[in-house]
């Protein structure tokens, strides 16, 4: 049954660039966050956000109707404003680049909103939504505003420095705020092109990754080499710390130019690194690890030194961070460790599905609304949770074979195909919001299996053999297994209490250091001996808690890997549809879908065929 109107219902958008989002506000509390890559199973996806939309407001038990605000995630005009100026700029050496730009948004994309809508692929929709605006109208945010929004309104500090880093917004690619209670006041920008998520990217990319989508390659990469190319990333992005004053960040365009084509960029490149652009899909050498070490070596110190600076000037104990930036975990904990703040909160959807929700919040508080009803302990947790009926509607229809158990069987036998070594497919509860599974649409397996990361990657995610996974842990266990601080949203680092660093082989192969005995945890743990972990209480009320008590019960372990519910290039699952094709087309050996058990011989033929058909682009 759908809710009345009560009072306030704002909808947060991002769309148009990457990660588009759509979020419900409902009278100052989150009731709904979808990404449309989700529901279009298009990875990144930055197209109009229509199914994401309809599915927030139907988990949200609201209509189109209700909506009483609309708002969006940054300022189209001004981001137009600085495309034109930067590539005008440095004739003709970004003609090519103004050119195409210019032609891009004189083409539509000047009327954003309506150029972005007009491709929405539904007709009644598009009415539906036009009938809102016309009612309400459209506000927009500043792009940083949003991202800093979002991580100092859910951080649930009501006073906190916030550090947003990313590629740019409207200008702005590095901006620190002056965050208390409902007041955002801006202190410090650095604007594009100097800017950490440009070059990071621009590195991406030389590495042989998709930038914008594979800089987390690159961190997992970085522990494989040594930081021997440091200087010449200097060279490149140039960064003087100053003392008792904010330090000075320079892009050194005549090496690398965001406005000029990538081919340009990578020949610079080539010529300062003296070596070859990587080739997608190559054999990674050691000078490409080197690389992404250096990259992450000299990462770590920017952020750093601007969350230092900080503090030092604007005398706070609560440190917030938003962008994509955000999402380097290794960076994350450098800060949490050496800049001295009391308290790190980092935003979970640090990038720019996150930035709808910040969006959404920095309206509500700007209208004078009080925002503490908003800070409480943040649950990413915001998509559909789907009944066991409609769980079995999808089983039939797919005429597949399944084993119905009852909660306390369900967690006993899954708990028994874990200690067997065996590979889960686990889809429980709410769908997670933002880039990790949580618990609710994952891959488990056993984390002590010295085979397993291998397994894992090649026969099942069908991706590098280099890319670690992450553990899940009982919170009440963290302090037993690792160093450092817990958190629940695997938006950081810690160190393996029981790593034994690998003797570093003098021929650079990376499955030789894959198999050097690190830790017991051997399966989570990186070769820096970090690993990316998630903790959850019991109390939690989620199924992966009581698993993780099953599991800890039979093997002494209170650990699990946890991977998204996904192969390569494809989003994470969401309905229960997507999880029995992804299922179908990888090497999980059991699915756990709601209070049903299926196992490989159990899909039928349908469905085996179907799943074969779907492709997704490498990432």
Same mark, same amino acid.
């Given at each position: 049954?759908?809710?009345?109107?009560?009072?306030?219902v704002i909808l947060?958008?991002s769309?148009?660039?990457h990660?588009s989002?759509?979020?419900?506000?409902?009278?100052?509390?989150l009731?709904?966050?979808v990404?449309?890559?989700?529901l279009?199973?298009?990875?990144g996806?930055?197209?109009?956000?229509?199914l994401?939309?309809e599915e927030?407001?139907?988990v949200s038990?609201?209509?189109?109707?209700?909506?009483?605000?609309?708002v969006?995630?940054?300022?189209?005009?001004r981001?137009f404003?600085r495309?034109?100026?930067?590539?005008s700029?440095?004739f003709?050496?970004?003609f090519?680049f !103004?050119? %195409? #730009?210019f032609?891009?948004?004189? &083409?539509g994309?000047?009327d /954003?909103?309506?150029?972005?809508?007009?491709?929405v692929?539904k007709?009644?929709f598009?009415?539906r939504?036009?009938?809102?605006?016309?009612?309400?109208?459209?506000?927009y945010?500043?792009h940083?505003?949003s991202?800093a929004a979002?991580?100092?309104?859910l951080s649930?500090f009501?006073?906190s420095?916030?550090l947003?880093?990313?590629a740019?917004?409207?200008n702005?690619?590095?901006?620190?705020w002056?965050h208390h209670?409902?007041?955002?006041?801006l202190?410090?920008?650095y604007? !594009?092109p %100097? #800017?950490?998520?440009?070059f990071? &990217?621009a590195?991406?990319? /030389?590495i042989?990754?998709?930038?914008n989508?594979?800089?987390?390659?690159?961190?997992?990469?970085?522990p494989?080499?040594?930081?021997m190319?440091?200087?010449?990333?200097?060279?490149i992005?140039l960064?003087?710390?100053?003392?008792?004053?904010?330090?000075?960040?320079?892009?050194?365009?005549?090496i690398?130019?965001?406005?000029?084509t990538?081919?340009?960029n990578r020949?610079?490149?080539s010529?300062?690194?003296g070596?070859k652009?990587r080739?997608a899909?190559?054999?990674?050498?050691?000078?490409y690890?080197d690389?992404?070490?250096s990259?992450q070596?000299l990462?770590n110190?920017?952020?750093?030194?601007?969350a230092?600076?900080a503090?030092?000037i604007?005398?706070?104990?609560n440190?917030?961070?938003?962008?994509g930036?955000?999402?380097n975990?290794?960076?994350?904990e450098?800060?949490?460790?050496?800049?001295?703040?009391n308290?790190?909160?980092?935003?979970?959807?640090?990038g720019?599905?996150?930035a709808?929700v910040?969006a959404?919040?920095a309206?509500y508080?700007?209208s004078g609304?009080e925002?503490e009803?908003?800070?409480?302990?943040?649950?990413?947790r915001?998509g559909s949770k789907f009944?066991?009926d409609?769980?079995?509607?999808t089983?039939?229809?797919?005429?597949?074979s399944?084993?119905?158990l009852d909660d306390k069987?369900l967690i006993?036998?899954a708990?028994t195909?874990?200690?067997?070594g065996?590979?889960?497919?686990w889809?429980q509860?709410?769908?997670?919001f933002?880039?990790?599974?949580?618990?609710n649409?994952?891959i488990?397996a056993?984390?002590?299996d010295?085979e397993?990361?291998?397994r894992?990657?090649?026969?099942v995610k069908?991706r590098?053999s280099?890319?670690p996974f992450?553990?899940?842990?009982?919170q009440?266990d963290?302090d037993n297994?690792?160093y450092g601080?817990?958190?629940p949203?695997?938006?950081?680092?810690?160190?393996?209490?029981?790593f034994q660093?690998?003797?570093k082989?003098k021929?650079?192969?990376i499955?030789k250091s894959?198999?050097s005995?690190?830790?017991r945890?051997?399966?989570t743990t990186?070769?820096?001996g970090?690993?990316?972990?998630?903790?959850?209480?019991?109390?939690?009320?989620?199924?992966i808690?009581?698993?993780?008590?099953?599991?800890k019960v039979?093997?002494?372990?209170p650990?699990?890997?946890?991977t998204?519910f996904?192969?390569?290039?494809e989003p994470?699952?969401?309905s229960p549809?997507?999880a029995?094709i992804?299922f179908?087309?990888?090497?999980?050996d059991?699915l756990?879908?709601?209070?049903?058990?299926?196992?490989?011989?159990d899909l039928?033929?349908d469905i085996i065929?179907?799943s074969?058909?779907?492709?997704f682009?490498i990432?």
């Amino acid at each position: 049954m759908v809710k009345p109107l009560e009072c306030s219902v704002i909808l947060g958008l991002s769309f148009g660039y990457h990660d588009s989002a759509a979020v419900i506000l409902h009278n100052g509390k989150l009731s709904a966050a979808v990404q449309e890559e989700r529901l279009s199973r298009k990875k990144g996806d930055s197209g109009f956000p229509y199914l994401a939309i309809e599915e927030a407001l139907r988990v949200s038990e609201l209509t189109m109707e209700s909506v009483t605000e609309i708002v969006f995630y940054e300022k189209p005009y001004r981001k137009f404003e600085r495309i034109m100026r930067n590539s005008s700029q440095r004739f003709p050496t970004r003609f090519k680049f !103004f050119r %195409n #730009s210019f032609e891009e948004w004189l &083409s539509g994309k000047l009327d /954003f909103f309506e150029y972005e809508l007009s491709k929405v692929p539904k007709a009644d929709f598009i009415t539906r939504f036009k009938q809102v605006v016309s009612r309400v109208g459209v506000k927009y945010s500043h792009h940083h505003l949003s991202h800093a929004a979002s991580a100092a309104f859910l951080s649930g500090f009501r006073d906190s420095i916030v550090l947003v880093a990313d590629a740019v917004g409207e200008n702005e690619s590095l901006t620190i705020w002056d965050h208390h209670g409902s007041d955002l006041i801006l202190k410090k920008s650095y604007n !594009f092109p %100097n #800017s950490i998520g440009v070059f990071y &990217s621009a590195i991406t990319d /030389f590495i042989g990754f998709k930038p914008n989508s594979g800089e987390y390659k690159v961190m997992g990469l970085a522990p494989y080499g040594e930081p021997m190319y440091y200087d010449r990333l200097k060279d490149i992005f140039l960064f003087e710390k100053i003392e008792y004053g904010w330090p000075k960040i320079l892009l050194n365009l005549e090496i690398l130019d965001p406005c000029q084509t990538i081919t340009k960029n990578r020949e610079r490149l080539s010529e300062h690194f003296g070596l070859k652009p990587r080739t997608a899909e190559s054999k990674i050498q050691k000078e490409y690890a080197d690389i992404a070490a250096s990259l992450q070596f000299l990462t770590n110190e920017v952020l750093l030194e601007l969350a230092t600076s900080a503090k030092q000037i604007l005398e706070k104990d609560n440190l917030t961070i938003a962008g994509g930036v955000g999402l380097n975990c290794v960076a994350n904990e450098h800060i949490r460790l050496h800049s001295g703040f009391n308290s790190v909160w980092i935003q979970p959807a640090a990038g720019d599905a996150g930035a709808a929700v910040g969006a959404a919040l920095a309206l509500y508080a700007s209208s004078g609304r009080e925002i503490e009803t908003v800070t409480s302990t943040y649950d990413m947790r915001l998509g559909s949770k789907f009944t066991d009926d409609e769980i079995l509607q999808t089983l039939n229809h797919w005429n597949i074979s399944w084993q119905r158990l009852d909660d306390k069987s369900l967690i006993e036998i899954a708990a028994t195909d874990l200690e067997q070594g065996k590979v889960v497919g686990w889809f429980q509860g709410r769908a997670e919001f933002g880039p990790r599974a949580l618990g609710n649409r994952s891959i488990l397996a056993r984390p002590d299996d010295s085979e397993m990361q291998i397994r894992l990657n090649m026969k099942v995610k069908f991706r590098e053999s280099f890319r670690p996974f992450a553990p899940i842990i009982l919170q009440e266990d963290f302090d037993n297994y690792f160093y450092g601080k817990s958190d629940p949203f695997m938006i950081r680092v810690a160190k393996v209490r029981d790593f034994q660093s690998p003797e570093k082989s003098k021929e650079f192969d990376i499955r030789k250091s894959l198999a050097s005995k690190r830790s017991r945890l051997q399966a989570t743990t990186h070769l820096d001996g970090t690993a990316r972990v998630q903790s959850i209480n019991l109390s939690s009320g989620e199924r992966i808690a009581d698993l993780l008590k099953a599991f800890k019960v039979k093997t002494g372990l209170p650990v699990l890997i946890n991977t998204s519910f996904n192969t390569r290039g494809e989003p994470i699952v969401y309905s229960p549809s997507d999880a029995l094709i992804t299922f179908a087309k990888s090497e999980i050996d059991v699915l756990y879908i709601g209070c049903y058990r299926v196992e490989t011989q159990d899909l039928s033929s349908d469905i085996i065929e179907y799943s074969r058909s779907t492709q997704f682009e490498i990432d």
